[in-house]
């Protein structure tokens, strides 16, 4: 299955910015449909946003549409996640995660997952 790391969280400001990436290995990656979650103390694992093989279709959560824009680069094996006007409830652990299938939003239908990057938001 495909190896996944993610890189660019930190610490910022409510209302600045972050870009989240995730490199993948393995030479199917543009096979994969692409999820973004997060996790925070005490929380349990929700989905942020997904995107298809091809990054034609994309889907959000509520709490970031607007806000956030997932995209791929399968050239270069890699998803993204631009995160704009990020308020303190976007604190968070973000973990990205694959699909075979077209494009899913559910926990249970990816099989591989990377370690997370912390995202912290300070007001």
């Known amino acids: 299955q495909v190896q996944l790391e993610e890189s660019g969280g930190g610490l910022v400001q409510a209302g600045g910015s972050l870009r989240l990436s995730c490199a993948a290995s393995?030479?199917?990656?543009?096979?994969?449909?692409m999820g973004w979650f997060r996790q925070a103390p005490g929380k349990e694992r929700e989905f942020v946003a997904a995107i298809s093989w091809t990054g034609g279709s994309t889907n959000y959560a509520d709490s970031v549409k607007g806000r956030f824009t997932i995209s791929r680069d399968n050239a270069k094996n890699t998803v993204y996640l631009q995160m704009d006007s990020l308020k303190p409830e976007d604190t968070a652990v973000y973990y990205c995660?694959?699909?075979?299938?077209?494009?899913?939003?559910?926990?249970?239908?990816?099989?591989?997952w990377g370690q997370g990057t912390q995202v912290t938001v300070s007001s």
């Open positions: 393995g030479r199917t990656f543009s096979r994969y449909a």
């Open positions: 995660a694959a699909t075979d299938r077209f494009i899913r939003t559910m926990e249970a239908d990816f099989h591989s």
